[in-house]
């Protein structure tokens, strides 16, 4: 079983910061790629943010220049630097990772609601 456990959600005001990290725990030989999903109200899922582990990353239109993904593979974790941040990017941020464990898997976290006040 692997679980992943997020963290860094909160409230902010327009314009703030915020940081969003995510760990990885179980039986993991290897974690292909690491992303961050989002969903507002009455939404789809957006990919936000992807990483892999040679650390080529991508980004959806709306948040490149804004936000940035890293991981440390040593700790099988995942973080999302989140400036400038807008109304719009209010959502609940869903870890994603595509991981070998004793079967290859895709696992997501519970998710954490990021709130921008206008």
């Known amino acids: 079983q692997v679980q992943l456990v997020e963290s860094g959600g909160g409230l902010v005001q327009a314009g703030g910061s915020l940081r969003l990290s995510c760990a990885a725990f179980?039986?993991?030989?290897?974690?292909?790629?690491m992303a961050w999903y989002r969903q507002a109200p009455g939404k789809q899922r957006e990919l936000v943010a992807g990483?892999?582990?040679?650390?080529?990353?991508n980004y959806a239109d709306s948040v490149k220049g804004r936000f940035t993904i890293s991981r440390d593979n040593a700790k099988n974790t995942v973080n999302l630097q989140m400036n400038s941040l807008k109304p719009e990017d209010t959502s609940v941020y869903y870890c994603?990772?595509?991981?070998?464990?004793?079967?290859?898997?895709?696992?997501w976290g519970q998710g954490t609601l990021v709130t921008v006040s206008a």
């Open positions: 994603n990772a595509l991981v070998r464990s004793v079967t290859r898997l895709e696992v």
């Open positions: 179980g039986t993991i030989f290897t974690i292909y790629r």
């Open positions: 990483i892999t582990g040679g650390d080529t990353t």
